[in-house]
């Protein structure tokens, strides 16, 4: 497992003191505030505020206090420290599940998990295999996720 995980992009720049807008590719803004350091090309940048504004994250980032320092930020991705995050017992992070394999109840692999869609409330797991399917990601159909053993177990209805 990475050390780093991508959890969003810097996408412009917010107001004349060199605060960033962050998109977090996370399950909602918040999270991403709750961090002291955040890593840009591999290197620690220490926080020195962070809040939500319309659903994206604004930050003011230690040495960087001008629009022009802003702005050689912007595109870049946002990564946390693994061992920083702390998840709830039974979630995991999206970045942990791609690539898995997707096998339905009796066991038969149906291909490879290669996508996690976040089209509104809910997420769609992309699988490939033989063709293409789209899983909704919840309890009736996402049975279990074993990123130990390497699968995701799914019940497919007709249709899917």
């Known amino acids: ?39 840009v090309d591999g290197k620690p940048v220490p926080v020195v505020s962070s809040r939500v504004h319309k659903g994206s994250v604004i930050a003011r980032l230690q040495g960087v206090d001008t629009v022009e320092s802003a702005m050689v930020l912007k595109g870049k991705t946002v990564q946390i420290r693994r061992a920083d995050a702390s998840l709830p017992e039974g979630s995991f992070f999206l970045a942990d599940i791609i690539g898995l394999d997707v096998v339905d109840e009796a066991g038969q692999k149906l291909g490879t998990l290669t996508e996690v869609l976040s089209p509104s409330v809910q997420q769609i797991y992309v699988v490939q295999g033989e063709r293409e399917i789209l899983i909704p990601a919840v309890p009736e159909f996402i049975l279990e996720v074993n990123i130990e053993a390497g699968y995701v177990r799914v019940r497919l209805i007709e249709g899917l």
């Open 1 to 39: 497992m990475n050390e780093y995980l991508d959890c969003g992009q810097i996408v412009n720049t917010h107001g004349v003191h060199g605060e960033v807008r962050i998109v977090p590719w996370a399950d909602s803004p918040e999270f991403l505030c709750r961090f002291s350091t955040l890593y």
